[in-house]
């Protein structure tokens, strides 16, 4: 069975240049996450969608953050303008529901210069 | 955010040796969950942990979820080279509100 897969796995970008992250979940997950995992820390939820509903995005920035999960399967993640701080792993994760096992892809590594 | 406290932050330790590392949280939590990160990967789980007191093993490793639900320990015995790698708790509870949590990660070196 596929795990998450993500991509781009890595992208360097100038700041104030945009980037977008796409992600496709387990299949049979109806649960999506995102999740931001700057270096040296654990990662730290951004949203959790419920199929195509985003039912927790209170740690999202949504000044220039965005996400969305228009059929309830895959998600993109985009941050328009890139800032030197949002240099991090952005890590997506599924699960069969909340509450349940949370298991994550290899993660899209951002570099803003 | 809310993070758990994780100790040790790191260690080194001898081919061969026992490893001991733990989570401890002010919250009550009803799941437990032992993640692994290598280098330049996303997080893989290990043990999950659903029941107060439960101890689990996978392998060379053995987790328990403690009594009082706000802490957890993770063993792994004879550590090998490939053991390396960043070991992450998080915690997880019944409200559909309440994200998963995660400690700031025990960082591991094995010398061969």
């Known amino acids: 069975e596929a795990g998450v897969v993500q991509s781009p796995r890595y992208k360097i970008i100038e700041k104030k240049q945009p980037v977008a992250f796409w992600c496709n979940p387990i299949s049979g997950h109806n649960t999506l996450y995102w999740y931001r995992q700057n270096l040296g820390q654990g990662p730290e939820l951004l949203i959790r969608?419920?199929?195509?509903?985003?039912?927790?995005d209170s740690q999202l920035p949504k000044d220039r953050f965005s996400a969305e999960r228009l059929k309830g399967v895959d998600s993109t993640l985009k941050i328009q303008p890139a800032e030197l701080g949002d240099s991090a792993v952005y890590l997506c994760?599924?699960?069969?529901?909340?509450?349940?096992?949370?298991?994550f892809g290899e993660g899209s590594w951002l570099t803003v210069v | 955010g809310q993070q758990l406290n994780q100790s040790p932050q790191s260690m080194f330790i001898q081919e061969g040796e026992d490893v001991s590392m733990n989570c401890t949280s002010s919250s009550i939590f009803n799941t437990w969950l032992w993640y692994k990160q290598d280098p330049g990967e996303g997080p893989v789980l290990l043990i999950a942990l659903y029941k107060a007191g439960e101890l689990t093993s996978n392998g060379r490793l053995t987790a328990q979820f403690g009594i009082t639900r706000k802490d957890s320990f993770l063993n792994i015995s004879a550590s090998i080279p490939s053991d390396v790698g960043i070991y992450f708790c998080a915690g997880l509870s019944n409200s559909e509100n309440t994200p998963l949590v995660f400690g700031k990660g025990t960082r591991l070196s094995v010398i061969a």
């Open positions: 994760a599924s699960s069969e529901g909340s509450g349940n096992t949370i298991y």
């Open positions: 969608y419920e199929n195509e509903e985003a039912v927790d």
